[in-house]
């Protein structure tokens, strides 16, 4: 049910989304005014959270029932959903968010940022660095309504707010006003604990941390596309903050190598946290830009005659497997709504995406495997970059892909139907387009694969 405004954006922004999702191909196959219909259910669905809290499980650690089990004692003292087992997935739990909720806003109002109020769509308390705005004399134990700026108008310190705002649910107050704007900066910790949320999703903060991690579902089927084998050599291009790395890892049963780049030193510190919390020693993080990742050093010598360099740069056909999931610009997350990046920045990712991709396919050994992906719906950073890789690099198939939960690729790149076939790209949009309110738990598990993030994945082999 579409209960937000659909997803804000620059007028260019949206003209170019809408002709990728009106492109000429397109609209061959489903006729114009089902185009328009499906773009306009993307811009309502992006501003919504999806219908499941995706969790994955510790599996290299102990079985999937355990630790299903242990959350649902957890659970049961917060009085919380169910807990079902991903029927295709053997490392995933899934946790059905409840909403819209009848809940009526008060008097006494909290502003939050953007990305605070999207954390509390997904079951988050509010933290005290979100907070933008309160009433003059607010209390701890004070019931508020907690409002998310989607402009990012909103001064913080204010006392009111009168721009656009969205209402997100109530809570109650955990301190007072002069503690979260206080001369020091504000706090860390929960300023605001969430009592009745629109959307309804278990909080997940310090719970079962060696045992779940929250991941979306697409980014948890990367994970099992790219197939890591104990005792490889991997790759993951762009790390942080390390929830692909860890399942690589985890797949691999901490047997093997794991290397993680990324270049931002705080974000590759948050990749060897996870590591060190999910018990996995396998994985080797270093900041690392990985576009510089390949040697260009011609005495070095091929990766199959010398013993494996720990740090970059490596020698070419260094790994088995490489999981390049791409700097992009984000137009699949979900709940977004307000998308501020210009034009320009929408379209600024691609050539670096291309440059990262042949730094993947140097370092790639015969016979490797490839697996690109992206968080994004466009077919710059998806489609095209497929056609393109193809005709750059000969040495590169299409592979299938197992599991296959989402659809197949969007037609407007130049691909085959073959080729279109062997992508995976999830598309909440369809399932908001025909949309009924499930009601049964096996109905609702039926949309747990198509009410997602918007997501792309392709793999290749090289030969």
């Known amino acids: 049910m579409s209960v937000f405004p659909q997803l804000s954006m620059s007028p260019e922004v949206r003209e170019h989304l809408r002709n990728v999702y009106t492109n000429n191909e397109l609209v061959c196959e489903s006729g114009a005014d089902e185009a328009d219909l499906v773009f306009e259910a993307l811009r309502s669905c992006l501003s919504h959270p999806p219908l499941f809290t995706c969790l994955r499980a510790s599996t290299h650690l102990h079985s999937l029932q355990d630790i299903q089990h242990r959350l649902e004692q957890h659970l049961a ?21 409840h909403g819209p909720r009848p809940v009526d806003p008060l008097a006494s109002e909290v502003v939050v940022g953007a990305q605070c109020g999207n954390a509390v769509l997904r079951g988050a308390h509010v933290f005290t660095p979100g907070i933008l705005s309160t009433p ?9 309504s907690v409002f998310s700026d989607v402009e990012g108008k909103c001064t913080r310190g204010a006392k009111e707010f009168k721009g656009e705002k969205v209402f997100l649910g109530n809570g109650i107050s955990e301190v ?38 929250l991941q979306n579902l697409p980014s948890v089927v990367v994970g099992h596309v790219l197939g890591p084998r104990p005792g490889e050599r991997i790759l993951d291009m762009c790390a942080a903050p390390g929830g692909k790395t860890t399942h690589i890892a985890s797949l691999m049963e901490n047997q093997g190598t794991v290397v993680a780049l990324e270049k931002i030193r705080s974000k590759m ?52 497997r490489i999981l390049l999931d791409a700097p992009c610009s984000g137009l699949g997350q979900r709940p977004n709504m307000s998308y501020s990046w210009s034009l320009k920045e929408v379209c600024s990712y691609q050539p670096l995406q291309r440059k990262l991709f042949t730094t993947a396919v140097r370092l790639l050994k015969r016979g490797g495997v490839l697996v690109y992906s992206t968080c994004t719906v466009t077919l ?4 095209e970059q497929v056609a393109w890789a193809l005709k750059t690099f000969p040495c590169l198939t299409l592979e299938p892909q197992v599991p296959v939960l989402g659809s197949e690729g969007m037609p407007g790149a130049g691909l085959s139907c073959d ?17 009924g309110v499930p009601h049964s738990p096996e109905s609702l598990l039926q949309n747990a694969n198509t009410d997602t993030i918007g997501f792309f994945i392709s793999k290749f082999i090289k030969r």
Request: glycine content about 4%; aromatic content about 8%; some cysteine.
């Open 77 to 97: 003292q917060e009085r919380s959903p169910s807990v079902y087992t991903h029927p295709q997935l053997p490392d995933v739990l899934l946790l059905p968010v």
């Open 136 to 144: 003059k004399y607010m209390k701890v134990g004070e019931v508020v």
């Open 176 to 213: 007072d006003r002069s503690e979260i704007f206080s001369s020091d900066g504000p706090g860390k910790g929960v300023a605001i604990r969430m009592t009745e949320p629109l959307y309804q999703s278990p909080s997940f903060d310090g719970v079962l941390t060696d045992q779940l991690f």
């Open 269 to 320: 510190e948050k990749i060897i946290q996870n590591a060190k919390m999910l018990k996995l020693d396998c994985i080797k993080a270093y900041c690392c830009n990985s576009v510089r990742a390949v040697s260009s050093d011609p005495a070095q010598c091929s990766a199959d005659l010398c013993v494996f360099v720990d740090g970059p740069p490596y020698a070419e056909e260094s790994f088995d």
């Open 380 to 383: 710059a950073e998806n489609e």
């Open 419 to 435: 080729q279109r076939r062997l992508l995976q790209r999830f598309r909440p949009e369809l399932a908001w387009r025909g949309a």
